[in-house]
């Protein structure tokens, strides 16, 4: 007969194995998830981003979602300790609290720290240090206490230093360069004449307030505030020049003509106007048509687990060239970034279309290609 304390000492010895297992599954994952991250072969898979592919593929929460995708990233900054967990020496939880306040100068001697202490210990360790000024953070390597207290000195010289302007840096493609002209020169035909980092700012405003109103609509008892079916036309140009010669598409920007990719001009066949040299203008959808769609939409993005409301577009399920027509059935709304994927991708069975088997059906039914 098995007694009460052999049968816990079993059971007990049976769950460190489990939790042995599941914390070495857990270091596996995390680090196929840095090569999907750093490679973007989430692109492969049919997915615009790295948090649409957490979201829909993965089935992961938008707390474990960032807490992998601050990770991954992390490691590519801090080799050493890319390499530790890759070993089984650091486990990833404390992986997690390392990489919050290590940077490449202090890194190693947070590894010693992170080895040398137990998960909680760690925690209040970090705790202390991301509540010290970032110049002494970033001489805590030379330091013998990680957690040293600030002295004034350090302090006051920290609040002159945080009145130095902050830069931060974008690396924009010629597409997203138009984009962005575009849009402020918008703006300043509008009227307004703040600053780019106010005009910025004032974006990323707008688009909490969106969001604040989506999760608003999204409940039962509440109104959708955002009005609807406002928008005619794309929120931005990008202009594209055909050569009549050899027939290359070059993209205009303020900083002359770049190259355009296939991509983008299959984006504008789809969702763009043509100016023939005649001057005559063709449009691949009238304002209407573009309006019920967006609105049929939501005004999102139908991108599984995408969902965006900004930069929108309307896409030909069945293309124009091979017989797909102007139907609603035929059209819908996906991002730029998705619609980008799209088109490069030729068509991806990754890239699940909310509306696509009832569209399909119905070109099918007209006997559409």
Partial sequence: MVTRAERAARLHAALTARLAALRQAERGALL???????????????????????????GFSERKLSAFVRLSEALERLPATRRAVEAGVLPWTKA??????????????WLAEAQASSRRALERKV???RARPLPQRQRA???????????????ARSALEAAVPLRLSFALSAEQFGRW?????????????????????????????????????????????????????????????????????AQVTG???????????????????????????????TPALRRRILARDGHRCQALGCGATRFLEVHHLVPRSHGGGQEEANLVTL???????????????????????????????????
């Fill in 96 to 109: 997690r609290e390392l990489v919050s306040v290590a940077t490449p100068a202090t890194e190693t001697r």
């Fill in 255 to 285: 900083r002359g003509e770049r190259p355009a990719d296939s991509a983008l001009a299959a984006r504008a066949a789809c969702d763009g106007d043509v100016l023939a040299p005649g001057g005559g203008l063709t449009r691949s959808l």
């Fill in 141 to 155: 390597a030379a330091q013998p206490d990680l957690a040293l207290a600030p002295t004034p000195a350090e302090t």
């Fill in 335 to 369: 991002c730029a970034r998705c619609h980008q994927l799209l088109h490069e991708r030729g068509g991806l069975p990754g890239l699940t279309i909310r509306t696509v088997e009832a569209t399909l059906g119905a070109a099918s039914a007209r006997g559409s290609p």
């Fill in 127 to 129: 705790c202390a240090a």
């Fill in 181 to 249: 002209e575009a849009l402020v020169e918008r703006l300043r035909k509008a009227g307004r004449r703040e600053s780019r980092e106010e005009l910025l700012l004032a974006a990323l405003a707008a688009l909490a307030d969106e969001a604040a109103d989506a999760a608003e609509s999204a409940e039962p008892a509440q109104p959708a505030t955002r009005p609807r079916g406002r928008v005619a036309a794309s929120p931005f140009q990008v202009i594209l020049r055909r050569c009549p010669d050899c027939g290359a598409i």
């Fill in 32 to 58: 196929h998830f840095a090569t999907i991250h750093r490679e973007q072969l989430f692109r492969e898979l049919g997915y615009s981003s790295i948090h649409a592919y957490g979201r829909e593929a993965l």
